[in-house]
């Protein structure tokens, strides 16, 4: 049984860690016999994502993925048998030829035993995860602006 690596408190949009960021999750992908798959070297095969609850209730799941196939491989070393990790949400802002640009980052992180922090950049699978979590956002602000 993998050890907690954070402190987590339970949320009724999400669960968030005691830094307040939302706890980023690693669940097993299973085949329709409901038997784990495994890769081409026999490593078991993981999905990531993020739960909570949005209208007074309603589940959504966001799943991401690294930033590039390469990725998994890092993602495995910062979970290191860990089911969940923090995941730091941060804009970043560039110029490029005197035009701004501002884009989201997603980076999920842990700190091993000897205090060393490990991340890698994740991004939302898909449209509508963004959708989701931009909703699981609004409902986190409007909650802690109604405390």
């Given at each position: ?126 449209d509508s995860d963004k ?8 409902e986190l602000k409007a909650q802690?602006?109604?405390?």
């Open positions: 049984m993998a050890k907690e690596r954070t402190s987590a408190t339970t949320n009724t949009v999400m669960t968030l860690a005691a830094s307040g960021n939302p706890i980023l999750q690693r669940e097993r992908i299973v085949d329709k016999n409901g038997q784990p798959m495994k890769s081409r070297d026999g490593n078991p095969m993981y999905s990531y994502c993020l739960h909570g609850t949005v209208r007074g209730g309603r589940k959504v799941k966001v799943d991401f993925a690294p930033r590039d196939v390469g990725g998994y491989e890092p993602l495995d070393i910062l979970f290191d048998g860990a089911d969940t990790a923090e995941l730091y949400v941060h804009d970043v802002t560039t110029e490029i030829n005197g035009t701004k640009s501002t884009r989201t980052v997603y980076t999920a992180f842990s700190v091993s035993e000897t205090g060393v922090r490990y991340e890698c950049d994740v991004r939302p699978q898909r959708a989701k979590l931009q909703m699981l956002f609004a802690a602006a109604a405390a």
